[in-house]
């Protein structure tokens, strides 16, 4: 028998030191979800086709649902082989729609031959997978809708933000970590290598205060700090991976990206304006139909007397 164990742990609560005094804030204030002792009970989730939710169907919706073809077969093929397991130690039918997951047809709490109601409380619910009730139990709950298969994946927003529980999987968590900062080691790596102008130009394309005037150290700091943060929390870029944008604004060709710069420049001077519809203008003249097309027209060689008018004007502004 396996020795692993499984892990389901509350979300802790954001605590607001200048928010009211609410419970909900106390228990905060204290790490707590909820009261001492107190609990949610779950029960295996019923599809709108009847099925039900085991952890144990290759066939599931949940799994379809799944865009990585190998996370997908590898979940197929986990599934499938624990629900094999599962059928021969219990000599019972753990198909999607077997009696077996039927609550209401449990004749006491601790029938055998109907799944049961599992409370999860405060902190972390362990589950040992030595025991092959356990082992069941944490299969079906694991994919619960109402529990965040990560903690990951409650902080990118695909569970609602009123989500309570997500499932720890220590392996996974390690080699999500292990992703992220290399590819932020990589990232700063790149930073390094790079001139003060392309520093200066990568990092007004990422929504950060740099002039032509701003020292190379303290652009350089502001990249590095921006890069170790993982994600935006304020501003146009609010929520999305610092890294993802850095590799996307250094992964552009030079020329495009100092048209880019350009643009970014000329609508924070007040050179072009912005409409909410995403369009170009300067006055009262449509330029482009948004800033991807202005720098496809600045990057056609036809349009380069447009290009250099717009860097003049630029430096005029700056003067000024």
Same mark, same amino acid.
């Given at each position: 028998?396996?020795?692993?164990?499984?892990?389901?742990?509350?979300?802790?609560?954001?605590?607001?030191?200048?928010?009211?005094?609410?419970?909900? =804030?106390?228990?905060?204030?204290?790490?707590? @979800?909820?009261?001492?002792? @107190?609990?949610?009970?779950?029960?295996?989730?019923?599809?709108?086709?009847?099925? $039900?939710?085991?952890?144990?169907?290759? #066939?599931?919706?949940?799994?379809?649902?799944?865009?990585?073809?190998?996370?997908?077969?590898? /979940?197929?093929?986990?599934?499938?082989?624990?629900?094999?397991?599962?059928?021969?130690?219990?000599?019972?039918?753990?198909?999607?729609?077997?009696?077996?997951?039927?609550? @209401?047809?449990?004749?006491?709490? +601790?029938?055998?031959?109907?799944?049961?109601?599992?409370?999860?409380? +405060?902190? *972390? =619910?362990?589950?040992? &997978?030595?025991?092959?009730?356990?082992?069941?139990?944490?299969?079906?709950?694991?994919?619960?809708?109402?529990?965040?298969?990560? $903690?990951? !994946?409650?902080?990118?927003? #695909?569970?609602?933000?009123?989500?309570?529980?997500?499932?720890?999987?220590? /392996?996974?968590?390690?080699?999500?970590?292990?992703?992220?900062?290399?590819?932020?080691?990589?990232?700063?790596?790149?930073?390094?290598?790079? @001139?003060?102008?392309?520093?200066?130009?990568? !990092?007004?394309?990422?929504?950060?205060?740099?002039?032509?005037?701003?020292? *190379?150290?303290?652009?350089?700091?502001?990249?590095?700090?921006?890069?170790?943060?993982?994600?935006?929390?304020?501003?146009?870029?609010?929520?999305?991976?610092?890294?993802?944008?850095?590799?996307?604004?250094?992964?552009?060709? *030079?020329?495009?990206?100092?048209?880019?710069? &350009?643009?970014?420049?000329?609508?924070?001077?007040?050179? $072009?304006?912005?409409?909410?519809?995403?369009?170009? $203008? *300067?006055?009262?003249?449509?330029?482009?139909?948004?800033?991807?097309?202005?720098?496809?027209?600045? /990057?056609?060689?036809?349009?380069?007397?447009?290009?250099?008018?717009?860097?003049?004007?630029?430096?005029?502004?700056?003067?000024?």
């Amino acid at each position: 028998m396996s020795n692993k164990i499984g892990k389901i742990s509350a979300i802790k609560p954001h605590f607001n030191p200048n928010g009211a005094q609410t419970m909900e =804030n106390v228990l905060a204030s204290r790490g707590w @979800t909820r009261l001492p002792g @107190t609990g949610v009970f779950k029960s295996p989730y019923k599809e709108l086709d009847n099925k $039900y939710r085991t952890g144990l169907d290759p #066939d599931a919706a949940y799994i379809r649902r799944i865009k990585d073809d190998a996370e997908r077969q590898a /979940e197929k093929e986990r599934v499938t082989k624990l629900k094999v397991k599962l059928e021969e130690i219990y000599n019972i039918d753990l198909g999607p729609r077997a009696p077996f997951w039927n609550i @209401t047809l449990a004749t006491s709490p +601790d029938d055998p031959t109907h799944v049961q109601h599992v409370k999860l409380t +405060d902190g *972390e =619910n362990i589950f040992d &997978l030595s025991d092959p009730m356990k082992e069941l139990t944490f299969a079906w709950l694991r994919v619960h809708p109402t529990i965040a298969s990560s $903690y990951q !994946a409650w902080q990118r927003g #695909d569970y609602p933000e009123d989500t309570q529980f997500y499932v720890v999987d220590d /392996e996974v968590e390690t080699g999500i970590s292990f992703k992220k900062k290399s590819q932020v080691n990589k990232a700063i790596a790149r930073l390094e290598s790079m @001139t003060p102008e392309k520093r200066r130009k990568v !990092a007004r394309l990422m929504g950060l205060p740099v002039s032509d005037d701003s020292k *190379e150290e303290y652009v350089y700091n502001l990249i590095d700090g921006l890069l170790k943060q993982s994600e935006f929390t304020e501003g146009k870029f609010r929520g999305q991976s610092t890294v993802a944008l850095f590799d996307t604004v250094t992964g552009l060709k *030079e020329s495009v990206l100092h048209k880019k710069d &350009l643009v970014e420049q000329a609508i924070l001077l007040s050179v $072009y304006r912005e409409k909410p519809n995403g369009k170009i $203008y *300067e006055g009262e003249i449509e330029v482009a139909a948004s800033k991807d097309d202005l720098v496809i027209k600045l /990057e056609d060689d036809d349009n380069q007397d447009e290009l250099i008018t717009l860097e003049a004007k630029l430096k005029t502004k700056k003067l000024v």
